[in-house]
């Protein structure tokens, strides 16, 4: 059998998309992404992998786009402008 695709899915659907086939659920791993919090976006093995039935397929899900972070900034101003 062939481990279907789970990128774009979250970690219920992975589950049941793996279950439908015959396959299990393994590790689920946070990773860095500009995907949403909990959408799969990776898997091991890769979809379209020959596998046997009962085959433990890790997934990473998206922790979410990174927050900006706040950054200074530093304006210097001509003289005289500073004192209105």
Known sequence: MKVPLLSGTDKAGAESALKGVG????????????????????????????????????????KG????????VTVTLPKGIGSI
């Open 65 to 72: 786009p990174e927050k900006p972070k706040d950054v200074p």
């Open 23 to 62: 396959l299990t659920l393994g590790k689920v791993t946070e990773e860095e992404s500009d995907k949403p919090k909990g959408i799969v976006v990776g898997q091991d093995p890769a979809d379209g992998t020959e596998v046997d039935t009962g085959t433990i397929v890790n997934i990473e899900v998206s």
